[in-house]
C-alpha cells in the first residue's frame, strides 16, 4: 500500500494553483481533493473540485467506481479539522454506524485516507488541521459548485504560489494584475522582474520595485539582488509581496532564490528544491543560475551549489 502522509495547507494551497498553459486542475491523473465531512457540511461549502467521499450503512466509506486512483500524483483528503495520523487515538469513535447528519469523528479524514491507499500508487495525504485551518488563510478557495466542466477548469486562474506563507508569493503579470488576488492574498507590495511598466500601480510607487531586465542569459539579475532582497525584508514586516515576471517562471524564481539565499539561510542548492517544490515548472535561464551561484558565493564566502548538474 502507498501509505498516509500529512499535508500542511500551503502544500494543498500550491498544489491547487500549479500550471502550465491551463491550470493542472484539467488533468484527471493531477489531483483527486476528497470531502471526508458529512453531507451537510459539504453542501454549505467544500474545496475547489473536491468530491465527497460517501459512507454506506455500516459507516464505512465507500470509493468512488467513476474515479481511477490507479495514477493520480496527488489523492488529498480533508475532513474538519484532523491534525494527526495516530490511528489508536482515531479508533477512540468506532468506525461503525456513523450517522452522517452529525459531525463526523475526529480522525475520518485518516480513516478515508486508509480506505483509498488500497488503490493509489503514491501516499495518500491527509490536509494537516482540515477543512477549517486551510478556510482561515485561503476562504476563496472554498465552493458550494459541485460539477466542473473541462472548460470552467481551463479558465480558472490559479493565484500565485505561496512561498512564506502569508507573507511571500510568486506569480506572472496578469496575476498581477488582477485586483481580486491582491485583495484575498492581502497583497500590498511588489517586486516586478519584467520589462512591462507598472501602469497598474500608479499611485502605489513606494510599494513597488522594478527590475526592468529581459529573459536573456546575458541580462544582469545579480547587480540587484541586494536591493531586491532589502526591499522584500523591509515589506514583509508589515505587508505580503509578491514578485513576479511576464510568465512567472524564470526571472522571478532567480528573484526568490536570490532573496531565500540572503535572507533565509539556504544554500542554492536548497533554495532551488524549495521554489521548485513550491511551482514545478520553474526555468531559469543559464545566466541567471550562474548569477545565483555567484551571489551564493558573495553571501557564504564560498560556492556550496555545483550548478554543473543536469538539474540546474
Known amino acids: 500500500m502507498a501509505g498516509l502522509e500529512l499535508c500542511e495547507p500551503i502544500e494543498l494551497y500550491n498544489v491547487l494553483n500549479q500550471a502550465t498553459k491551463f491550470s493542472r486542475l484539467t488533468d484527471r491523473n493531477y489531483l483527486c481533493l476528497i470531502d471526508a465531512r458529512t453531507k451537510r457540511e459539504y453542501d454549505e461549502s467544500h474545496l475547489i473540485t473536491a468530491i465527497r467521499m460517501k459512507q454506506n450503512a455500516l459507516g464505512l466509506y465507500v470509493v468512488p467506481p467513476s474515479i481511477d486512483f490507479t495514477y493520480i500524483k496527488h489523492c488529498v483528503v480533508y475532513d474538519g479539522r484532523t491534525d494527526i495520523l495516530d490511528f489508536a487515538s482515531e479508533m477512540g469513535d468506532t468506525a461503525f454506524g456513523v450517522d452522517e447528519e452529525k459531525n463526523a469523528p475526529s480522525g475520518s479524514a485518516a480513516r478515508c485516507g486508509r480506505v483509498l491507499q488500497q488503490f493509489t500508487r503514491f501516499p495518500v495525504q491527509v490536509l494537516r488541521g482540515g477543512y477549517e485551518r486551510f478556510t482561515a488563510s485561503y ?73 526592468p531586465v529581459p529573459d536573456s542569459p546575458e541580462a544582469d539579475m545579480l547587480s540587484f539582488f541586494s536591493d531586491l532582497c532589502h526591499f522584500i525584508d523591509s515589506r514583509m514586516n508589515h505587508d505580503a509581496v509578491l514578485v513576479f515576471s511576464t510568465l512567472g517562471i524564470s526571472r522571478c524564481s532567480t528573484a526568490i532564490m536570490a532573496y531565500l539565499i540572503h535572507s533565509c539561510g539556504l544554500y542554492l542548492k536548497n533554495a532551488w528544491s524549495y521554489v521548485q517544490k513550491c511551482k514545478r515548472n520553474i526555468r531559469p535561464n543559464r545566466g541567471f543560475v550562474q548569477q545565483l551561484s555567484e551571489w551564493e558565493a558573495r553571501v557564504y564566502m564560498s560556492t556550496v551549489t555545483d550548478i554543473s548538474e543536469p538539474n540546474y
Open 139 to 211: 476562504h476563496f478557495l472554498q465552493t458550494q459548485k459541485i460539477f466542473w466542466m473541462p472548460r470552467e477548469l481551463e479558465d480558472f486562474l490559479p493565484y500565485p504560489v505561496e512561498i512564506v506563507p502569508r507573507k511571500l508569493y510568486m506569480g506572472n503579470y496578469r496575476q498581477a494584475c488582477d485586483q481580486q488576488i491582491q485583495k484575498d492574498l492581502k497583497i500590498k507590495a511588489h517586486v516586478n522582474v519584467s520589462e512591462e511598466v507598472d501602469m497598474f500601480f500608479p499611485n502605489d510607487s513606494d510599494n513597488i520595485l522594478h527590475i
